[in-house]
């Protein structure tokens, strides 16, 4: 296939937040599936000092936890779509927190089973956001090393979407888990320790959200609409 990223470098400490923004198309997309290898990539990738390479996809799952758009459901109860994929003893308690951290838990406990209640296949009797924020409760009580959110909030009304980006960025400081987020509204990325633009495969402008937006570049016309 064509490259997709060019001469495209990167380094990333622990515990930081990383925002990807850069207009629609595949190119961030490539870049989160490289980390997670679900793309195979040409160039290095190290994690943790191992490089990626060496590692199995069941090595990357238990070190990376991704987010996407459209996450996936299990049918099954709620209770067991928050907790799928955890592989320790979690209690009610734990898992109320998470709903709470997602903001979820008033929705699920307004419903007769609460969280007994069924999710059909690929959870279609939710809406979009709810499926979100399922997946995002998921993350709350995994605690991952590395965090990948691809707009992972985009199907949330601005005032669930602020409180969740705080839960997320809590996660920082409380698990020193690495976070690199592609957004889907810009003023998520706000608190990023550092955001990289990227344009036509590589990185177009790096910086902090107050200094790209009055650098006046690229980032800051996809933030006044000049750009999609």
Known sequence: GKRILKDFKIDMRKGKYLGIAGQSGCIKSSLIKSICKLEKAKGTIIIDNINLDNLSRKDISQLVALVPQSPFLIAGTIYENITYGIDREVTMEEVEEAAKRAYIFEYINGLPEKFNSMISESGNNLSGGQRQRIAIARIFLRKPKILIL???????????????????????????????????????????????????????????????????????????????
Do not use: P, W
């Open 150 to 228: 691809d707009e992972a909030t985009s199907a949330l009304d601005n005032t669930s979407e602020k409180h969740i980006q705080a839960e997320i960025e809590k996660m920082k400081t409380e698990n020193n888990t690495t976070i690199i987020a592609i957004a889907h509204r810009l003023t998520t990325l706000k608190n990023c320790d550092r955001i990289i633009v990227l344009n036509k495969g590589h990185i177009e402008e790096d910086g902090k959200f107050d200094e790209l937006i009055e650098k006046g570049g690229m980032f800051s016309d996809m933030y006044y609409g000049k750009l999609n």
